[in-house]
């Protein structure tokens, strides 16, 4: 296990109790939207079937360990891209300008 360590970087609290959860409950969110159809306030009193499902399929992501180290391990190389080339991941898809 010490191997393991020695290749992965150093994460912070808040990102393994913070950021990396943060990232699983959008990507959970997206794997189980086909378990709605209905969104916003409403969904509570109008879809509770919708909304038991939903909430099943996220407690099954959020529990899996699996999914906790892939959403780890695109962490840690979206950290160390930006550590690479101090943009973040969210910026990277935009053009930069050609001329300056």
Do not use: W
Request: charged residues 35%; hydrophobic residues 35%; contains cysteine.
């Amino acid at each position: 296990m010490e191997a393991t360590k020695a290749e992965e970087p150093f994460l912070r609290h808040v990102e393994t109790d913070v950021l990396i959860p943060k990232m699983m409950r959008e990507k959970a969110k997206e794997l189980c939207a086909e378990k709605v159809t209905e969104t916003g306030f409403l969904m509570v009193f109008k879809c509770r079937d919708q909304n038991a499902a939903l909430k099943e399929c996220l407690t099954v992501h959020y529990r899996d360990s699996a999914f906790f180290e892939e959403c780890k391990q695109e962490y840690i190389k979206e950290k160390l891209e930006y550590q690479r080339t101090g943009v973040a991941a969210k910026n990277r898809s935009q053009k930069l300008p050609t001329s300056m």
